[in-house]
């Protein structure tokens, strides 16, 4: 039953929030909460001795901030939204159930989730850096007012859960160890959140539809492109590391949902349609993995 629903459960989080978004949307408040809730399951796998950084990290990281920089400065002259939305979806960090996934692969879940954590850790530094800059160009707000303000946001989300984790593991051990074997939970409330956010995004297409939908096909195909092409370089980087797996869902798997978050909070909130698409695309691609793994499993069994 567990293999079923794990084969099965993003596309049906996906349907459950378009389907039901004007009802569900209403729960947009939980997102961080629930964010947090994925990360302390995250931070709770791995303790921080256990993170060694490497050649591998280091260029998944190089791509995150300097590929989102470049692609923004690339794409603004043409249109400033698209340039938001192109960026966000690179500069994501790494989705909390990159780890899960890339188990359920048969992925290393360590390398995983060791750049998951660098990679959630750092975006707390790193984005309200861009979002400062980016998200109040040509306004009268100061630089470090933004940078303040932001950070002061987006810190208990991200670092807060790994503080815990860490106090968790020093203050009990035992209830720890029991939270690093449900790392499947963060799985079951990741399919919560998306469900969550895809109805929060469909909401806000329909809200505030202009009946030109030039621009949203633009983001749509843009954020298609940026995720296929992470996936592809994750698993390329990975592969020279032998690390294919691992570098793929660590490269393609994003955490959209808090990319959805700060983009409609911090940035224009028409560019949420980047990460929101880029979550479709993304969970089509794991479906896709997940399904021919299972599908490859099943096979060798009745062999």
Known sequence: MQRYIEKYLLPIAMVVGIS????????????????AVMLFFTYARISWRDIRMTQFHYMLLAIQYIGSALVYAIVRPFNEILAQAAMICILA????SAPVVSGILGGSVSATAAYSIMSNLSVAFIA????SIIGHTGQSVPFLTAFGYIFLKVMPTLILPF?????????SPAVHKKIRSAQIVSFYVWAVALT?????????????????????????????????LQFFLGRKIGNRHHMTIAGGQGMGQKNTILAIWLTQTYLNPIA????????????VVNSW????????EEINQIE
């Open 20 to 35: 039901f978004h004007s009802s569900i949307s209403i729960l947009a408040p939980a997102t961080p909460y629930l964010l």
């Open 93 to 96: 960090p790494t989705a909390t």
């Open 128 to 131: 309200p850096v861009y979002l």
């Open 163 to 171: 503080l815990l984790a860490l106090a968790l593991e020093r203050i």
């Open 196 to 228: 969550i956010v895809i109805a929060n995004v469909t909401n806000f297409v329909i809200t505030e539809f202009d009946g030109n939908f030039r621009l949203e096909i633009l983001i749509a195909i843009v954020a298609a492109i940026i995720c296929l």
């Open 272 to 283: 949420s349609l980047g990460p929101g698409m880029y979550v479709i695309w993304q969970n």
């Open 289 to 296: 993995q997940i399904w021919k793994k299972k599908r490859a």
